[in-house]
């Protein structure tokens, strides 16, 4: 990939509505992205390769678990920081940031506010500094969008739970060290455990062949006769409500993070407009170049504000599941369209690997699908808007 020079668009001086501890945890971690990601992820995304090595540097920087209390290792920062610090390492590739929303939102999050007081010091500071990888099993091959149908469940055998089911489509599944699995009990109430590597019938077998977040590890979870220690059992919230709680936290990150994939593009076909010589002049002095870059900033503008404010909200604790829905759809959707439009104006030179945009477009196709798929989003808004439940 070319050499790194991005420069973050700040239309409206948002700058201005950051702390001073916010702008430090955003410049540390870009320039961390600079050092570490980009000179090595277009490599690692053409090989299909997760670059494990990062993990150590992740941890530095304070990604695993940016909001969790430093007394179990978290940086113990406010939802803003967590928020910049994921759109700055989607910055750089979304795979790495779906490592940094699954240990931090899914895993940590569940374990500090579900798990007891044991949980939390046995997990939560290996978790924080890298030396454990979690991951999160909510969905099954037959239950994508209606994580409330899975199968995958346990018996209470006396001394221990009996685990038995498979979970499909897991970021970070064959490298974790632990998961955090969600199963039906012999009721049918959905309930949270710790599952560890080792722990016989336990495997994680890798997803191949895909043409996006080539550069983050997905499997399979499956549980052939598990036997789970009972202290392994999330005991502060069970239902669908427990798992959804978590994807409230992850899609709230990734609404930030999506919107640092449509920056990056952003800033790459601004500056190769204006290098660009076509008819004799740079192609960013043609009026339908412009009509794209005007339209792109705008959008990246709203979208700006808009994840600021649900910031804002979330550190009150009045933010909505349905407002971060609206937000995780829309950074999602105008990063997708603007990488679409960036690529195009890097004419055949966009297709490449010397540049970010396309490897962007592709792990996007993800982003839009995972933690609630686009119309799943609509739908959320939908009811929320109208009362009336689409999905029932
Ligand atoms: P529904 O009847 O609406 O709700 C069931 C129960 O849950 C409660 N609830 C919530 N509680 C806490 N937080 C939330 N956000 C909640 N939303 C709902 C609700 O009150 C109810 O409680 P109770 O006590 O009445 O039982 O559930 P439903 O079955 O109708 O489903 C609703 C729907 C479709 C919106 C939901 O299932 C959904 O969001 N589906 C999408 C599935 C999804 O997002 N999966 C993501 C998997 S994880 C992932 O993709 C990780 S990618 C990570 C990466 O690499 O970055
Ligand atoms: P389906 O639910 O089968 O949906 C297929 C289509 O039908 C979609 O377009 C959907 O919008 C539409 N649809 C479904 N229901 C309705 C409805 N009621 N009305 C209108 N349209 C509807 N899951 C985890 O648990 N943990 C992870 O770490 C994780 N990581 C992932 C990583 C990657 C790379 C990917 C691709 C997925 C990951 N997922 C993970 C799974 C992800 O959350 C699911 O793919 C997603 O929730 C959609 O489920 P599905 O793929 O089964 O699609």
Redesign the pocket.
């Known amino acids: 990939m070319a050499s790194d020079l991005f420069q973050s668009p700040d239309y409206y001086n948002l700058d201005e509505l950051l702390s001073e501890e916010h702008i430090l945890v955003r410049n540390a971690t870009r320039d961390w992205v600079k050092k570490s990601v980009s000179p090595i992820i277009e490599d690692y995304a053409q090989r299909a390769e997760f670059p494990k090595q990062l993990l150590s540097g992740l941890a530095e920087v304070g990604a695993f678990g940016p909001y969790i209390p430093e007394e179990y290792g978290g940086a113990g920062l406010d939802q803003i920081s967590y928020g910049l610090m994921m759109q700055e390492i989607e910055r750089g590739d979304?795979?790495v940031?779906?490592?940094c929303?699954?240990q931090s939102s899914?895993v940590m999050y569940p374990i500090y506010t579900y798990g007891n007081e044991e949980q939390r010091k046995k997990y939560l500071p290996k978790l924080a500094s890298g030396e454990f990888l979690g991951s999160?099993g909510?969905?099954e091959p037959n239950f994508?969008?209606?994580?409330?149908?899975m199968i995958t469940n346990f018996k209470d055998m006396g001394d221990h739970y009996l685990l038995n089911g498979a979970k499909m489509?897991?970021?970070?599944a064959p490298y974790c060290d632990v998961a955090v699995v969600w199963a039906k009990d012999e009721t049918g109430r959905i309930h949270g455990l710790i599952v560890e590597r080792g722990m016989e019938g336990f495997t994680t077998p890798e997803t191949h062949n895909k043409w996006s977040?080539r550069a983050?590890a997905?499997g399979e979870l499956v549980f052939d006769n598990v036997k789970v220690p009972k202290e392994n059992l999330l005991p502060n919230k069970s239902?669908?409500?427990?798992?959804?709680?978590?994807?409230?936290s992850?899609?709230y990150?990734?609404a930030w993070g999506a919107l640092g994939a449509a920056m990056d593009c952003y800033d790459t076909a601004l500056r190769y407009s204006k290098e660009r010589i076509q008819f004799g002049k740079p192609i960013g002095g043609f009026q339908l170049q412009q009509k794209k870059l005007a339209e792109m900033i705008t959008e990246i503008t709203k979208a700006q504000l808009m994840v600021w404010r649900l910031g804002v909200l979330k550190n009150e604790k009045k933010a909505t599941?349905a407002q971060?829905?609206m937000a995780k759809r829309n950074s999602v959707e105008i990063a997708l369209n603007i990488c679409r439009e960036a690529r195009q104006m890097l004419g055949g030179m966009g297709i490449t690997g010397e540049y970010s945009i396309m490897r962007h477009m592709m792990n996007l196709e993800?982003?839009v699908?995972?933690?609630?798929?686009h119309d799943?989003h609509l739908?959320?808004t939908g009811?929320d808007v109208t009362g009336l439940?689409a999905?029932?």
């Open positions: 979304s795979g940031r779906s490592t929303s699954v899914l999160f909510l969905t994508g969008s209606n994580p409330g149908g489509w897991i970021s970070n977040l983050s997905t239902g669908l409500g427990a798992p959804l709680g978590c994807l409230d992850a899609r990150g990734i599941t971060i829905s993800s982003v699908t995972y933690e609630g798929t799943i739908l959320i009811m439940n999905f029932k």
